[in-house]
């Protein structure tokens, strides 16, 4: 009996003590622990198999991969806050999310309303404008890329001054930091938002691969009279050969085609006097201090999506037809004297006699 009663003790002073030391982990963990998932969504989109067909017939996987979401630039940001319109859960179909209305921010040196609307005027203005010169709708309205199109939620790349070309959060940044901020939760927090604003988030081939899902679609660019290698034209130049090895010094589609200082939203056709490619404008692309500061304005005359192509690149087309004639008319007679030579080394007594 005395046994049975010592047990009974145990396991009750057992319980008492899990639950203290599970409530004292909820109570003092930081508050950056906690997912932003408060409208516990993950409830259901957290099983891979989650999806349906939509009433077009188009294949939506629903599934969210937490690991990668909180590793994301969005990873602050509450499901709420993008799905405006869902209220309830379970919930009915959901609208689609419009980037430009819900994210707002105050600029600390005006202290002023800044809303990311100002973006869709730099794009109303852009080439990739849905809009004409003259402020009619374009006939393929539907190519015209949205925020999606480029912005895929990149995973996060903090940002190290200390260890070279290797990624990661810098400790030796950090140790900085924690001179007066004494949490690491701020301090990381704080940390990958700063750093995540002081460079890309992609890499120059990263960005060429964004750039390729349009450029690279033959149909799409056949119905704006476009060529569709632009983007394997620059993989062929030292730069783009150089992105393939992932150099982030080499310089990206966005480098060219928009102006120093200027939004990259606010990307302008060559035919705009505003616009970095601009005849007028071009030479200004490769003397920066970034990348050929000593270099002859002449040096952007350098054809970056020059192609094999009569119509679009003739003195390109020429000298490469050239060497091909060269190297062939070269080669093929210098194989055809090898193959001969391995005959008679094959069969020394053959002879070709003519019929009398």
């Given at each position: 009996m005395i046994g049975k009663k010592i047990v009974f003790k145990l396991i009750s002073w057992s319980a008492f003590l899990s639950f203290i030391i599970l409530l004292s982990l909820v109570i003092?963990?930081?508050?950056?622990?906690?997912?932003?998932?408060?409208?516990?969504?993950?409830?259901?989109?957290?099983?891979?198999?989650?999806?349906?067909?939509?009433?077009?017939?188009?294949?939506?996987?629903?599934?969210?991969?937490?690991?990668?979401?909180?590793?994301?630039?969005?990873?602050?940001?509450?499901?709420?806050?993008?799905?405006?319109?869902?209220?309830?859960?379970?919930?009915?179909e959901s609208k689609k999310v419009d980037c430009l209305t819900e994210c707002h921010i105050t600029e600390p040196s005006t202290e002023t309303k800044f809303s990311h609307k100002e973006v869709q005027e730099y794009l109303d203005k852009s080439v990739h404008s849905k809009m004409d010169k003259f402020g009619d709708p374009k006939k393929y309205v539907e190519d015209m890329p949205v925020c999606k199109s480029c912005h895929d939620n990149p995973l996060y790349r903090p940002l190290s001054f200390f260890k070279g070309m290797r990624y990661g959060v810098s400790e030796d940044a950090m140790a900085r930091c924690r001179v007066c901020h004494k949490k690491d939760a701020f301090i990381f927090k704080f940390y990958n938002h700063v750093t995540g604003r002081l460079h890309r988030t992609r890499n120059p081939l990263n960005i060429a691969e964004v750039c390729a899902r349009c450029h690279d679609n033959p149909s799409k660019m056949a119905r704006h009279g476009l060529s569709p290698k632009v983007v394997f034209a620059y993989g062929e130049t030292f730069h783009g050969k150089a992105a393939k090895y992932l150099d982030e010094r080499i310089p990206d589609c966005l480098d060219c085609h928009v102006k120093?200082?200027?939004?990259?939203?606010?990307?302008?056709?060559?035919?705009?006097?505003?616009?970095?490619?601009?005849?007028?404008?071009?030479?200004?692309?490769?003397?920066?201090?970034?990348?050929?500061?000593?270099?002859?304005?002449?040096?952007?005359?350098?054809?970056?999506?020059?192609?094999?192509?009569?119509?679009?690149?003739?003195?390109?087309?020429?000298?490469?037809?050239?060497?091909?004639?060269?190297?062939?008319?070269?080669?093929?007679?210098?194989?055809?004297?090898?193959?001969?030579?391995?005959?008679?080394?094959?069969?020394?007594?053959?002879?070709?006699?003519?019929?009398?």
């Open positions: 003092f963990s930081p508050s950056d622990s906690f997912s932003a998932d408060i409208g516990n969504c993950l409830l259901c989109h957290k099983y891979p198999g989650l999806s349906r067909i939509d009433e077009k017939g188009n294949f939506r996987l629903l599934y969210i991969n937490e690991e990668i979401f909180n590793t994301s630039v969005h990873a602050s940001v509450k499901c709420g806050d993008c799905h405006i319109d869902i209220k309830k859960i379970p919930h009915g120093r200082r200027e939004s990259v939203h606010q990307m302008l056709s060559k035919e705009d006097p505003r616009s970095a490619t601009n005849v007028n404008q071009k030479g200004k692309i490769c003397s920066n201090v970034d990348c050929h500061p000593k270099a002859s304005t002449k040096l952007a005359k350098y054809g970056v999506h020059a192609e094999f192509s009569l119509e679009r690149s003739p003195i390109l087309y020429f000298i490469t037809l050239f060497f091909i004639v060269l190297t062939g008319g070269t080669l093929v007679p210098l194989m055809v004297i090898i193959l001969l030579d391995l005959l008679r080394r094959l069969f020394p007594d053959v002879t070709i006699t003519r019929r009398k």
